[in-house]
């Protein structure tokens, strides 16, 4: 978390890639987990910072993608890639 109990922000460093041990671990293709690092990646931080996907609930992530993915004009196939990216790194993390 970041000051004041906000969610900790981060830049490129601190947005893990999708992995082949990410891959197995959530049971996701890795080509869909590496499509939603790379929609997140070049669409989330156009209108705002990073949200680092280890640092927001799932449920949390669950509620703001869907809308977020309208607002950019982006594919529903869009949507479902970067909420299995975020969950695989949480899952990665132990998160879950």
């Known amino acids: 978390m970041g000051a004041g109990g906000d969610p900790a922000e981060g830049g490129i460093i601190e947005v893990p890639n999708p992995s082949a041990a990410m891959a197995k671990k959530s049971g996701k293709p890795l080509a869909e987990l590496q499509r939603g690092h ?35 004009g982006l594919e529903r196939v869009d ?18």
């Open 79 to 96: 949507e479902k890639a970067v909420l299995g990216y975020v969950v695989a790194v949480k899952m990665e993390r132990g998160e879950e």
């Open 38 to 72: 790379e929609v997140y990646m070049l669409q989330c931080g156009q209108c705002h910072r990073y949200k680092l996907p280890q640092d927001l609930d799932i449920d949390e992530w669950q509620t703001a993608v869907p809308k977020m993915i309208g607002h950019a």
